[in-house]
């Protein structure tokens, strides 16, 4: 079964600026992209507020799409420095892929907890007279 988007392109705009076509167009796609990795995290995320699920989607593809190593700029950049005398500036981008994740607040947001333990007794249908 096939998930709608849970953002739009103007939702992606509303909460951060206005895209050009080839944007919107990358845009589209990272928005169902960013759905299903929400749904693949919590299968149940489609029963959570709707407003909820809008701002995380958005926030996962406004990070994708703000690292200038996230679009067709030339691939990922992890770091790049220009020197011009005794001056010297430096940027190491914080998602130079342009990768989708969702962050610990979100996935908090989401209600995906940390993973559990559990134990199996290997010795619970074991009757006494298999001791040996």
């Known amino acids: 079964m096939e998930t709608p988007p849970f953002a739009t392109v103007a939702d992606l705009e509303d909460r951060w600026r206005g895209l050009s076509t080839a944007e919107q167009s990358r845009a589209t796609v990272l928005l169902g992209d960013a759905s ?18 809008r701002m995380v989607t958005c926030n996962v593809v406004r990070r994708a799409m703000a690292t ?8 990922a950049i992890s770091q790049t ?3 011009a005398g005794p001056y010297q500036q430096s940027f190491t981008f914080s998602n130079p892929s342009g ?30 007279d298999d001791s040996g």
């Open 36 to 53: 299903q990795l929400i749904l693949s995290e919590n299968p149940d995320a489609g029963e959570l507020p709707a407003d909820l699920l």
């Open 68 to 75: 200038p190593g996230g679009d067709d700029s030339g691939g």
């Open 81 to 83: 420095s220009m020197t």
């Open 99 to 128: 990768d989708l994740y969702l962050t610990k607040a979100e996935r908090r947001w989401l209600g995906i907890t940390a993973q559990k333990a559990f134990e199996i007794d290997l010795l619970a249908n074991r009757s006494s």
